[in-house]
């Protein structure tokens, strides 16, 4: 049987163009779903390898807040964003679904401002504490990419944390046969490539660039939705401290969780995704789970690094749809990676993802109580 067409019209390659579509790399995608796995074989989702527990010195924990070793690192945090070496990175790539298919970075949180607006006074807030300016750095998508800029200037975001963007990376999906899937009214279903794709799209984007030569050693990462992680100048200290490429922000693993979780594949410390265990393995066996925020060393991401493309299937108007997604946590499985304990809930917890409009509801206390601690205002 011939492989279904891949060909798509001027016009489309043009607009997927601007967010760096490849031809080829879609057919790569294509062979893959038209290559099954043969009957017994191992899914190549899964990761390859023997899975053992961290050891002593693969985690720390954060400093209680107010302790004097929280006040030393603090101040290793607020001197080196005074040295302008600082940068903040917000991953606004997504569509709020469940909040009606808008830009989630724009979503109003807490009463008039959104998302991203109250990820923009934290950093500006912590850069006029030191004295500094702090960039803030929107990894955006095709989908979200036109909108969120148009919110930034409406706005007028910037100040003391100066705002730029670069977009990841975008592909289309595909049928179960390995063909252009289409949706119900004919037109492809483009996606973005995952968060996986920061660091490419840094690079690609001339951003990374920018950013080290202007004086920039590390950068501070999170989700737009997860407005816990605000710039934290004792986790911040603690990365400076062990040297290590990347500081991955672990919390205490709740019932119901479901995503990253950090262990050692053939002897190196990683974050691992869920979807990657082999089925028999305990996943409540590892207590820890990932905030997707990390900290990471800017001349560290300067290269390509070997993330692999996982396939994930959605239903798109009630059909299935094959899609390719490379993962940030990856990143650990190729650096290396202190992970941190950082609390999870209360004024100090770092970790309030919100994922539809009833879990807004049901964090806002918190999440407006948190950030007024931290000099954030919301009213």
């Not at 650990?332 to 509801?361: C, I």
Request: charged fraction near 20%; proline fraction near 7%; include cysteine.
């Amino acid at each position: 049987m011939p492989a279904p067409s891949l060909e798509l019209d001027p016009a489309t390659l043009a607009e997927l163009g601007r967010f760096g579509f490849d031809p080829v790399q879609l057919e790569t995608f294509a062979a893959r779903v038209m290559a099954p796995v043969a009957a017994g074989g191992a899914d190549p989702n899964l990761v390859r390898g023997a899975i053992t527990p961290l050891v002593e010195g693969d985690v720390r924990q954060l400093p209680a807040a107010g302790s004097a070793e929280a006040t030393r690192l603090a101040a290793l945090g607020r001197d080196a964003a005074r040295r302008g070496e600082v940068g903040v990175v917000v991953l606004a790539g997504g569509m709020a679904t469940r909040f009606g298919g808008v830009v989630k970075a724009i979503v109003p949180a807490i009463g008039p401002h959104s998302f991203l607006a109250l990820k923009h006074a934290d950093v500006a807030a912590r850069a006029r504490e030191a004295g500094a300016v702090i960039p803030m750095l929107l990894m955006t998508s095709y989908a979200t990419h036109d909108r969120t800029l148009a919110h930034v200037a409406e706005l007028g975001l910037g100040g003391p944390a100066p705002v730029a963007s670069f977009p990841q990376f975008v592909s289309v999906r595909l049928g179960p046969g390995g063909g252009l899937f289409r949706q119900a009214d004919g037109t492809l279903s483009p996606y973005s490539t995952g968060h996986g794709d920061l660091t490419f799209a840094l690079r690609a984007s001339g951003t990374l660039d920018r950013f080290r030569r202007a004086g920039g050693r590390v950068l501070c990462v999170s989700n737009v939705d997860n407005l816990g992680a605000t710039l934290d100048w004792t986790v911040l200290g603690a990365h400076l401290e062990h040297g290590r490429a990347v500081t991955a922000e672990l919390v205490a693993k709740a019932p119901g969780d479901r995503g990253g979780a950090p262990a050692r594949v053939d002897g190196v410390p990683q974050i691992i995704e869920a979807f990657r265990f082999p089925p028999a393995f305990d996943q409540d066996s590892i207590p820890l789970f990932n905030t997707n925020s990390f900290v990471l060393d800017a001349s560290a991401l300067d290269r390509d690094f070997p993330l692999d493309f996982f396939q994930v299937e959605k239903q798109v108007d009630g059909r299935a749809a094959i899609q390719f997604e490379r993962l940030v946590g990856q990143l650990t499985a190729h650096l290396p990676t202190q992970f941190l304990v950082v609390p999870r809930d209360g004024v100090d917890g770092r970790f309030q993802p919100v994922k539809d409009p009833a879990e807004l509801t049901a964090r806002r206390p918190v999440i407006e109580a948190l950030l007024a601690a931290r000099g954030v205002a919301t009213s």
